[in-house]
């Protein structure tokens, strides 16, 4: 096996998308305070770690299968750990089930302190996680990616963290899960041509790529109108317009979009990872709304 460095395993993982697994958990920790929830610090911290392991192995499973498939080659445009021939294809596999192994051994334990209801949160999310390539190639991926990346770590997390589902949290998973689905779609939209090639058929390629332009800037925008609708009904405090900043990279984000039918797939190169950088500040953004409205107000 050849000899890599550590910053070549972890580059492997794509760190830099780790934000749409980390914050649905810290944003669900800091709703279930502001709500005013006896949160489980130690275990909220454990399962936002676990919940990274389980992505990072997602990453390095679906660079695998694409590779395989054909449908990461050299030439286009994403992940390079193989296309660029740094890993071989049996380094990539053995490192994605060393991680799934690690996560899930995370979970097992998780599961021994919190309860049975937790194993089957991460019995979900390793079979969505495991199945991610074949849904992606029959036009499911974004359905996996929002159930995997908002709805059972939003509903988990709850559990976990209060030892109870809170179902007042799934206010969360609209505006977390859409945007981090835009990152995917974004992906997938820019991908179009080199996955017809592929032969595959992604939920981006059926709606074509003017219709798709639109949902992305559907997917980064109404999270803020989500957000203040929620303001008005109560169920976010006033101090959540914090995230409103974060809209001017949802503009930016949008106008490049929206150049790409006219333009091709080269202008959208880096979107998505243009979109996981939104999710972080938007995310953060919420997330210190919701502490500081409940600590100083």
Not at 92 to 106: D, Q, T
Not at 184 to 193: G, K, Q, T, W
Not at 198 to 221: P, Q
Request: charged share 15%.
């Amino acid at each position: 096996m050849r000899k890599h460095g550590f910053k070549a395993w972890l580059i492997a993982t794509r760190p830099w998308s780790f934000p749409a697994s980390a914050m649905p958990v810290m944003v669900t920790l800091a709703y279930l305070y502001w709500l005013g929830s006896d949160v489980n610090w130690p275990i909220g911290v454990w399962t936002l770690l676990s919940i990274i392991l389980f992505h990072a192995s997602g990453n390095v499973w679906s660079d695998y299968y694409d590779f395989k498939k054909g449908v990461d080659r050299e030439g286009t445009i994403g992940a390079t750990s193989l296309t660029s021939g740094e890993f071989t294809p049996k380094e990539i596999k053995r490192f994605a089930m060393l991680l799934l192994v690690v996560a899930s051994l995370s979970g097992i334990a998780l599961v021994a302190v919190t309860g049975i209801a937790t194993l089957l949160f991460g019995i979900a999310g390793v079979l969505l996680t495991v199945l991610y390539p074949w849904l992606k190639y029959n036009a499911l991926g974004d359905l996996d990616i929002f159930l995997t990346y908002s709805l059972l770590p939003i509903l988990g997390t709850t559990y976990v963290a209060t030892g109870a589902i809170d179902v007042d949290a799934l206010w969360l998973s609209l505006p977390i899960g859409l945007i981090t689905v835009g990152i995917l779609h974004s992906n997938n939209a820019r991908d179009i041509e080199h996955d017809k090639v592929a032969g595959i058929k992604t939920f981006a390629m059926i709606v074509g790529k003017k219709v798709s332009a639109y949902i992305y800037c559907l997917e980064v925008i109404l999270p803020f109108v989500w957000i203040v609708t929620g303001i008005i009904i109560g169920v976010f405090p006033t101090l959540s317009l914090l995230v409103i900043p974060a809209l001017k990279p949802a503009i930016d984000n949008s106008l490049k979009v929206l150049r790409f039918p006219a333009e091709g797939g080269k202008i959208l190169k880096g979107i998505d990872e243009a979109t996981a950088k939104l999710q972080l500040i938007f995310s953060l953004l919420l997330t210190l709304s919701l502490f500081a409205d409940k600590l100083f107000l």
